[in-house]
């Protein structure tokens, strides 16, 4: 089997009474794409934000690039890169700037930092925008850069919240174009969307409701699982059976 | 160290790239000072005034040239016996009227004293009596200094007076500790709990906090700026308030800068505990501006005296941080004290800023949880 970036064992997060995670277990893969996906309010950005150190877990092991994430949470930290919903560059700087910021953060060298950034200028083909404001940007080019600003640092794992939200199918394919890149080096990519189109582009998925991990699997085993067209109708089902009442249907659980 | 200065660099960046930020930080103190020190001033300069002289006589010209040369009044009108007084002040042409009956010499020297009314327009309640007691202080002191020289009256009390602190009773004395407790309020306070919640809004928080920065590097990295530019400011207001209007500092110079740092220091702590609670930028400008603007001008004691209002609004304006700052800036400036006795007001600044640090800390641990 291949190498274990992430390993979540009976993860449970409470906000008082509410269960937010309610008994998570799954493992990621060295250079796997992993969908996270869910309703909004399943549960998916508290574990995230567990997953990246912005939040501790109330009970249950979580190791992410081989550190516990409650004991060693420095080590984790340096070993991940962070992309949040509202993609997170400064729209006051400049695009080096921007990098200069992220590279001081993470402690690149200025050397590094100049050639990296020349190669990341490069391509994404925006040479000639190295000193202009972020805010004057279009949508797509930011979110472009704010991926491979996260990345930037060369981390195990790339976490990427919702990045795609607000673009358009277009500009969304080149950004996951990026995330194949990422991926082809080596780089763990865990990604939480809305849109089902992109979870037919992970590796795996796994599917939350209600703080729980209903299905995980590949999208091609997922659909012939559920004896579903696409990723949209296995997504349905599975919020469909999950909101029946307790009562034992009929047709039993898929 | 190094990462900490790639922060301040870029802290830096969005102060100077961001004009309204620049305008609050270096317009504003300047603006503030300026207005209060020369507009809103409360001094008593060239009032408008008329005169109604029915007896035209050495006395009561004597008395007018020495109204209208103490600088405090212009003529603004000279009224005739008859002429409906009211019309002038309706119409706002005078402040104040003097007004001297028929036969006044006559009637004084015969009888050893006559009256002269002052009519004041008390429509403005401060500016009438201070201009009635400036018309009467100068008419009396006339009297007794050119009437009554050679006349032995029995025995009387003097009343001296000596305006201690203040001797010009100049209200830009008043004014100077004011709008330094309420600039530094406003920079230290509200544009670092801006400054944070703004990061919080655009997401880039969560990437900070994702990184390998200490949530204690991240606070230092946002504030390390605003504590330079207050304390720049603090020293550009008292500068001005030296230089261009003669205030005086008679204490230690550098008490008073240790007690503004110290001061600066409560803001921040301030602005950040008010970032720990505020979502968003708007939020955060207007728990700042109701919250802490208000309450500086209203209670602290900058422009009405604190012991003139009701009991509640006292104890009120006890937990107002500019309150026990400006009592400070006064004793050191104008009366020259030393640490002995603001000391009680000194430790009430630390003892707040370390109750804003940790509640600080304690939300800052919620948020995170």
């Known amino acids: 089997m291949k190498e274990k970036v992430i390993e979540v064992r009976n993860l449970i997060k409470k906000f008082g009474s509410f269960v937010a995670n309610d008994n998570l277990n799954f493992d990621v893969y060295k250079g796997e794409i992993f969908g996270f996906l869910g309703a909004n309010g399943a549960g998916k950005t508290t574990a995230m934000k567990i997953l990246c150190g912005l939040s501790s877990p109330t009970s249950g092991q979580v190791k992410v690039a081989g550190f516990d994430i409650h004991k060693e949470t420095e080590k984790v930290k340096r070993n991940i890169g962070y992309m949040s919903q509202k993609f997170s560059l400064y729209e006051d700087l400049t695009i080096a700037e921007n990098i200069r910021f992220y590279s001081g953060i993470y402690g690149i060298k200025p050397a590094e930092r100049k050639e990296k950034m020349e190669r990341l200028l490069k391509n994404l083909d925006i040479e000639s925008a190295r000193d202009s ?28 919240d919702e990045p795609t939200g607000g673009v358009d199918p277009i500009t ?13 080096q080596g780089i763990t990519v865990f990604v ?27 999208p091609e085993n997922l659909k012939n699982q559920y004896s579903a067209k696409d990723m949209d109708e296995v997504f349905l089902k599975i919020a469909r059976n999950v909101e029946a009442p307790p009562k034992p249907s009929p047709k039993g659980r898929a | 160290m190094k990462q900490f200065i790639g922060f301040l660099r870029k802290e830096f960046l969005h102060i100077f790239r961001d004009p309204r930020t620049m305008i609050i930080i270096f317009g504003i103190p300047v603006v503030q000072l300026m207005l209060f020190g020369k507009v809103i001033s409360t001094d008593i300069q060239n009032a408008k005034i008329g005169i109604l002289d029915q007896s035209h006589d050495n006395t009561t010209k004597k008395i007018t040239s020495k109204l209208l040369s103490s600088g405090y009044f212009v003529l603004a009108k000279e009224l005739q016996p008859g002429e409906d007084v009211e019309d002038v002040f309706r119409k706002g042409i005078v402040k104040m009227v003097v007004n001297f009956g028929p036969d006044f010499e006559q009637n004084f020297e015969r009888d050893g004293k006559e ?13 009438a009596r201070i201009l009635t007691s400036y018309a009467g202080g100068i008419i009396n002191d006339y009297v007794k200094k050119e009437k009554l020289q050679n006349i032995q009256l029995p025995d009387q009390i003097n009343v001296e ?5 203040n001797e010009g009773l100049k209200s830009v004395y008043m004014f100077v500790p004011g709008i330094m407790a309420m600039i530094l309020m406003l920079i230290s306070a509200m544009m670092t709990s801006i400054s944070i919640s703004k990061e919080k809004e655009m997401g880039t928080m969560e990437v900070m906090l994702a990184s390998p920065l200490k949530p204690i ?6 504030v390390t700026p605003y504590l330079l530019l207050s304390f720049i400011n603090a020293l550009t207001i008292i500068l001005l308030g030296v230089f261009v209007f003669g205030v005086p500092i008679k204490g230690s110079f550098l008490l008073l800068m240790g007690e503004s740092f110290l001061f600066i220091l409560m803001a921040l702590s301030l602005g950040i505990l008010i970032s720990t609670v505020a979502p968003n930028q708007m939020v955060a ?11 500086t001008i209203l209670l602290s004691g900058f422009i009405f005296p604190i012991r003139n209002m009701p009991l509640p609004l006292q104890i009120v304006s006890n937990i107002i941080p500019p309150r026990w700052f400006i ?26 800023s370390v109750t804003f640090i940790a509640l600080s800390i304690k939300n800052f641990k919620i948020r995170l949880e």
Request: charged share 20%; with cysteine; aromatic share 10%.
């Open chain 1, 133 to 160: 404001l972020i805010g004057s940007l279009p949508l797509g080019w930011k979110q472009k850069l704010a991926f491979s600003v996260a990345i930037f640092h060369d981390p195990k794992i790339v976490f990427l």
């Open chain 2, 285 to 295: 400008m207007f728990i700042s501006l109701l919250g802490l603007m208000l309450p």
């Open chain 1, 172 to 184: 969304r394919r080149k950004f996951w174009d990026l995330i194949y890149e990422a991926s082809d």
């Open chain 2, 115 to 127: 009256d002269v009314q002052l009519l004041a327009d008390a429509s403005d309640p401060n500016t």
């Open chain 1, 192 to 218: 939480t969307t809305h849109y089902m189109d992109e979870a037919e582009y992970c590796n795996r998925v796994s599917i939350m409701n209600e703080g729980r991990i209903e299905a995980l699997d590949t």
């Open chain 2, 327 to 352: 009592v400070i800036v006064r004793n050191i400036m104008l009366k020259g004290t030393g640490i002995l006795y603001i000391w009680k007001e000194t430790l009430v600044l630390i003892f707040m």
């Open chain 2, 161 to 165: 007076v000596r305006m201690l602190y």
């Open chain 2, 217 to 222: 590097q991240i606070v230092l990295g946002k």
